[in-house]
């Protein structure tokens, strides 16, 4: 069975501070591909970023950065120097190859950035 | 990538009644999908509907309270039947494309 376990509910910071939001799945497959999405108040989901299970390499993409460990089954998604409209709700998710398209979603962290 | 567009965004209904949601994507798809997400909730899903056949339901949910049409590649429809309080919650399509997974932007559903 497939779960993503998103242990922090809701976190504030103060604008231009480090954030660190944790994610660890669980999978049998060796295949599975990692999401992070960003739902800002509006409600839309926006694709941040894919990572394949054989790809363990960290991303950074401008104020973003991603971990990806396998050892832990975990995906941390941090935001350096964040801004008020860094705040929304982070998810977490999991497919797998055998169902790409089905997403198991974590169940979200709410970041709150005060200026 | 893929724009979805959803209608309508919002709406509020009576308990008892049915709504009707559209999932308009601005390219050919193979498959499309249906997701809830309750108040302060992770997303669940509900139903993935392919184009000629019809829709697969996920465990608790069935296709009597959410019937799904999947008329061509571009469109899809879910609607909401015999509205209680509890199904008070965003809905939203989304759609497989180039390995990637859009999300449109939602409809928010409010039963009174």
């Known amino acids: 069975a497939q779960k993503v376990t998103q242990a922090q509910t809701e976190i504030s910071v103060v604008e231009k501070e480090d954030v660190t939001l944790d994610c660890v799945y669980e999978?049998?497959?060796?295949?599975?591909?990692l999401f992070w999405y960003k739902q800002p108040p509006s409600g839309e989901l926006v694709f941040l970023i894919r990572?394949?299970?054989?790809?363990?390499q960290n991303e950074i993409s401008g104020r973003y950065s991603w971990n990806f460990q396998k050892s832990t089954s975990s995906f941390n998604f941090t935001i350096t120097a964040s801004q008020v409209v860094d705040s929304a709700v982070y998810f977490c998710?999991?497919?797998?190859?055998?169902?790409?398209?089905?997403?198991?979603f974590g169940s979200g962290t709410k970041l709150n950035v005060k200026p | 990538s893929a724009v979805i567009s959803q209608k309508p965004s919002r709406d509020i209904c009576q308990r008892g009644t049915s709504l009707t949601i559209q999932c308009q994507v601005d390219?050919?798809?193979?498959?499309m999908f249906w997701y809830r997400q309750q108040p302060g909730q992770s997303l669940t899903l509900i139903a993935t509907?392919?184009?000629?056949?019809?829709?697969?339901?996920e465990s608790g949910f069935v296709i009597d309270k959410f019937p799904i049409s999947r008329p061509n590649l571009t469109f899809s429809t879910l609607t909401v039947s015999n509205m209680s309080p509890e199904d008070s919650s965003i809905y939203l399509c989304?759609?497989?494309?180039?390995?990637?997974?859009?999300f449109g932007p939602g409809t928010r559903l409010t039963v009174t």
């Open positions: 989304s759609v497989a494309s180039a390995n990637e997974q859009y």
């Open positions: 999978t049998r497959d060796t295949t599975y591909y």
């Open positions: 990572r394949n299970s054989f790809d363990e």
């Open positions: 998710a999991l497919s797998t190859l055998y169902n790409f398209n089905k997403f198991y």
């Open positions: 390219s050919q798809v193979t498959m």
């Open positions: 509907a392919n184009q000629g056949s019809e829709a697969t339901y």
